[in-house]
């Protein structure tokens, strides 16, 4: 069931991927919201995922598995850079 890259992750199931992202994602910490969802930003090593949850019935909606750094975009506001730089 591993997905060495997101072309195999996508050809999943969507019950694997979420086991996929449980088992081997990395939790960035950057959540955002969007018309009523919660995004989190997971890393899979080579590719990246959102996963879209229902912020009132807190249910998986969406997986939205992406290679494009351009949809990063949204969360480098939330990266607090100030912190950063004080620990140079």
Known sequence: MLANNITDFLHL???QQVHLIECVG???GLL???NGYTLELI???NFYTEVWV???QKI???LH???D???LDPYLELIDIESLLCAL
């Open 54 to 56: 229902d912020k009132e």
């Open 26 to 28: 990395i939790r960035l």
């Open 60 to 62: 998986l909606r969406n």
């Open 43 to 45: 890393s899979m090593q």
């Open 32 to 34: 955002r919201y969007a």
């Open 65 to 67: 598995a992406f290679t």
């Open 69 to 71: 750094t351009l949809y």
């Open 13 to 15: 199931p969507p019950k």
